[in-house]
Every structure is written in structure tokens, then in C-alpha cells.
């Protein structure tokens, strides 16, 4: 994907919706294009609960692919001065805490509902590392209440027709008030 295209299309939005910012960096993260937005009032780019931050990155992605004629939206995260980088980070550390009580426990614990992108962070984040290993997610539920459950892999396997046993569900987890 053209990084200046990306930078052209989010530019012009900013100065249309009067957002002020100072500079747009590009980037490529593997399949993912970050945007990273410089800013002396990031909370007016982010919005409330990052509604605007979404909307923005929602719009970027349309644009570009009716711009550059392609089958499928590419892969874009807008961040606002680390704004979207810290809850990756929260989302990866709540992961690791909760590992931990899988481990102590043989419990499967299921995370708060999240997005799409956080639900993949998460299930990225327990394939990668050597530590978590023995672990191991699937997304359960539905719409916006599809949430990631964590377990062990050696966990027995649930026949046709037979009941789980019961998944721990933390209120409590530090996500509750995720942006996107």
C-alpha cells in the first residue's frame, strides 16, 4: 500500500474536521499499516472512548480502497501519540495475568468482550511467546459481546453433546473500558 496515499487521505480529513495535528508517520508492523498521528490535542483526534480515533481509522481504510481499486480494506491502526500502543499493551499484560491464573488453577478464564483488533492481539500474543506455550485461545459469543477465552491445551477435549465446564469470567480485568 502507497504510505503516501495513507498520509494524503488522513491529512486532508484532519484539516476538513479541523483536528489539529503536527505530523503523519507510516509504517508497516508485518500485515499491519500503522499511522502514527503527532498531536498537541490528541484528545480531540482521539474522541470520547476513541470514537473519533475509530471513525477516522474506519474512513482511512475506505477511502484508500476505493482510491487504490482494491478487493479488500487494508489493514490500518491509527494512533494518536501511543494512545492505541498502551492498550495493545494492556491488553497483552491482562493476557499474561490471566495466563498465570490458568496455570495456578487449570481454570479457563474468558477476558472482557472485546474488538476484533484486540481479540487477534490476544490471540497472537499466547501463540508467539515460548512462555505460554501450554496455552491456548478461541473467541466465544457473539457481535460485541465475543470475548477470548484462555486455556490449557491439555485440557480435555469437549465431545459432541457433552457440557463445559464452567468459564471464569473476571469483571475486574482492566479492560473494561477499551477503545476499540
Same mark, same amino acid.
Given at each position: 500500500?502507497?504510505?503516501? /496515499?495513507?498520509?494524503?487521505?488522513?491529512?486532508?480529513?484532519?484539516?476538513?474536521?479541523? /483536528?489539529?495535528?503536527?505530523?503523519?508517520?507510516?509504517?508497516?508492523?508485518?500485515?499491519?499499516?500503522?499511522?502514527?498521528?503527532?498531536?498537541?490535542?490528541?484528545?480531540?483526534?482521539?474522541?470520547?472512548?476513541?470514537?473519533?480515533?475509530?471513525?477516522?481509522?474506519?474512513?482511512?481504510?475506505?477511502?484508500?480502497?476505493?482510491?487504490?481499486?482494491?478487493?479488500?480494506?487494508?489493514?490500518?491502526?491509527?494512533?494518536?501519540?501511543?494512545?492505541?500502543?498502551?492498550?495493545?499493551?494492556?491488553?497483552?499484560?491482562?493476557?499474561?495475568?490471566?495466563?498465570?491464573?490458568?496455570?495456578?488453577?487449570?481454570?479457563?478464564?474468558?477476558?472482557?468482550?472485546?474488538?476484533?483488533?484486540?481479540?487477534?492481539?490476544?490471540?497472537?500474543?499466547?501463540?508467539?511467546?515460548?512462555?505460554?506455550?501450554?496455552?491456548?485461545?478461541?473467541?466465544?459469543?457473539?457481535?460485541?459481546?465475543?470475548?477470548?477465552?484462555?486455556?490449557?491445551?491439555?485440557?480435555?477435549?469437549?465431545?459432541?453433546?457433552?457440557?463445559?465446564?464452567?468459564?471464569?469470567?473476571?469483571?475486574?480485568?482492566?479492560?473494561?473500558?477499551?477503545?476499540?
Amino acid at each position: 500500500m502507497d504510505h503516501t /496515499l495513507i498520509k494524503d487521505i488522513l491529512g486532508r480529513l484532519l484539516k476538513d474536521l479541523d /483536528l489539529p495535528f503536527k505530523n503523519v508517520e507510516v509504517g508497516e508492523e508485518g500485515d499491519i499499516l500503522r499511522v502514527d498521528i503527532s498531536s498537541d490535542e490528541p484528545s480531540r483526534i482521539i474522541g470520547w472512548h476513541g470514537e473519533t480515533l475509530n471513525s477516522l481509522q474506519h474512513l482511512v481504510k475506505s477511502i484508500a480502497r476505493s482510491q487504490a481499486k482494491l478487493e479488500r480494506s487494508p489493514f490500518i491502526v491509527l494512533d494518536v501519540d501511543g494512545y492505541r500502543r498502551m492498550q495493545e499493551d494492556k491488553v497483552r499484560a491482562v493476557a499474561e495475568q490471566k495466563a498465570d491464573f490458568v496455570r495456578r488453577t487449570g481454570s479457563r478464564v474468558a477476558l472482557a468482550p472485546m474488538s476484533p483488533y484486540f481479540r487477534r492481539i490476544v490471540h497472537m500474543h499466547v501463540t508467539n511467546p515460548p512462555t505460554l506455550q501450554d496455552l491456548t485461545t478461541e473467541s466465544v459469543g457473539e457481535g460485541e459481546y465475543r470475548q477470548v477465552v484462555l486455556r490449557r491445551k491439555d485440557e480435555k477435549v469437549v465431545k459432541s453433546g457433552e457440557e463445559l465446564s464452567p468459564v471464569i469470567e473476571s469483571k475486574e480485568d482492566g479492560l473494561e473500558n477499551l477503545d476499540v
